[in-house]
């Protein structure tokens, strides 16, 4: 079975958003395993990017506003072909401060959700929603319309 790290700096504070995050990791259960590993807020993006790097395994997809963007249909294309090439995956989620430019630069894949700018607690609630309805688009599953 696949494994999805999705890597975060900082902590999620707020229940509701920690109770959202692990449905949607329920959810995933049943195509892949994933976690979500919290690293520490540095002074500056370039003191949490050695961390970043170290924890993120496999195929590396950063979060940042400067990506591609792609529909729902689009991340599942992106995600069946890491699971059918047996690849693991890394979500890189940054601080507010958003990420250093060697994590982007070593990511295989620069991912923006959106042009507006999202917390960075939310936007895990947003991804792993996002990796729930790819995972159901490419099972040809009901919950995506």
Excluded at 5 to 11: A, F, S
Excluded at 12 to 19: A, H, S, T, V
Excluded at 24 to 39: G, H, P
Aim: charged letters at 25%; a positive charge.
């Amino acid at each position: 079975m696949i494994k999805i790290n999705i890597v975060c700096v900082g902590k999620l504070k707020e229940d509701f958003f920690r109770l959202a995050v692990a449905e949607y990791l329920k959810r995933l259960s049943r195509f892949c395993r994933a976690e979500v590993i919290e690293l520490p807020e540095g002074r500056h993006p370039a003191d949490e990017a050695p961390a970043i790097l170290k924890r993120a395994q496999g195929a590396k997809i950063a979060l940042c506003v400067e990506g591609k963007k792609l529909s729902s249909e689009g991340l599942a294309a992106l995600i069946k072909g890491y699971v059918d090439g047996g690849r693991n995956m890394s979500f890189i989620i940054g601080s507010s401060e958003g990420l250093d430019p060697s994590v982007k630069a070593a990511a295989d894949v620069r991912l923006s959700f959106s042009d507006m700018t999202f917390p960075h607690q939310l936007m895990r609630v947003i991804l792993c929603e996002q990796l729930y309805r790819a995972f159901m688009i490419n099972g040809g599953g009901e919950y995506h319309k």
